[in-house]
């Protein structure tokens, strides 16, 4: 057998691991789930109108079109949350270390939670999409392409996310630790324009929503499914998604490649 098709075969029964552990314990993605739902239903239903007022909107309508693209993204964030917790949790009992005696490719283990995270975050996705759905949001002047778009934009943020997530959880002693450190991808949306546009900050605070990399891909989210301007956004989107991947990747093959601590 073929070095690719060995690859292939053991990351995908290292992805059937990821997912049958997800499915048999579903409260952790729950949890993660609950943040951005409250948020979204907070937002609308006891600011709505006053935010929307705040973006020149002309009723709750306009706010829910505006803030639902920004949660899809921190759903993705918190998602990626959760991955990191399982990665520590692996390297921390030991069947990482009954992984490297077996006859498996060593990289397998990583990318099994890789694609099973994006996976994951992509279901979040259509649940919390569903909420927002059913709470009003509409994009009825998206084109099928602009969907197509706006699909492989959120499994290439996931993608980029997920490998940063991965890293975090590798470096991280314990699943608490890994938790912690992985906070920032929770954190950051909430300092982007998913809930107010960026002119409307403080101007010390703008450099801070502005240059990061949740900002410009929820920019270009709004823009694929609701029409509004994207600007140079879709390529910084694309420029953090692969940086960061990169950086990942090299950074979770570094640290799992060292000599087991």
Excluded at 2 to 20: E, G, I, K, W, Y
Excluded at 137 to 156: G, H, I, P, Q, Y
Excluded at 184 to 206: H, K, N, R, T, Y
Aim: hydrophobic share 50%; proline share 5%.
């Amino acid at each position: 057998m073929s070095s690719l098709a060995l690859t292939v075969r053991d990351s995908s029964t290292m992805l059937r691991r990821n997912l049958l552990h997800a499915r048999r314990y579903p409260s952790l993605t729950l949890n993660i789930l609950l943040t951005p739902i409250m948020l979204l239903l907070l937002f609308v239903y006891l600011f709505g109108d006053v935010m929307s007022a705040g973006i020149g909107g002309a009723d709750r309508s306009d706010y829910i079109a505006y803030i639902v693209p920004g949660i899809l993204l921190m759903t993705i964030g918190g998602t990626t949350v959760g991955t990191a917790v399982s990665v520590s949790t692996d390297m921390t009992e030991g069947i990482i270390a009954r992984f490297r005696t077996m006859a498996i490719h060593r990289g397998s283990v990583i990318i099994g939670h890789v694609i099973g995270s994006v996976l994951q975050s992509i279901a979040s996705v259509v649940l919390v999409g569903a909420v927002g759905v059913a709470i009003g949001f509409r994009s009825t002047d998206a084109t099928v392409l602009e969907w197509l778009a706006a699909f492989a934009l959120l499994v290439l943020f996931a993608t980029a996310l997920t490998w940063i997530a991965v890293g975090m959880g590798l470096v991280s002693p314990n699943a608490e630790a890994a938790s912690n450190n992985a906070m920032p991808l929770i954190l950051l949306p909430l300092f982007s324009s998913a809930f107010v546009p960026v002119d409307a900050m403080p101007g010390w605070f703008q450099p801070i929503a502005e240059y990061q990399p949740f900002t410009p891909a929820i920019e270009t989210l709004r823009g694929l499914l609701l029409g509004t301007e994207i600007g140079n956004n879709g390529w910084l989107t694309l420029a953090w998604s692969l940086a960061l991947s990169a950086l990942g990747y090299y950074w979770s093959k570094a640290v799992f490649n060292r000599d087991p601590k």
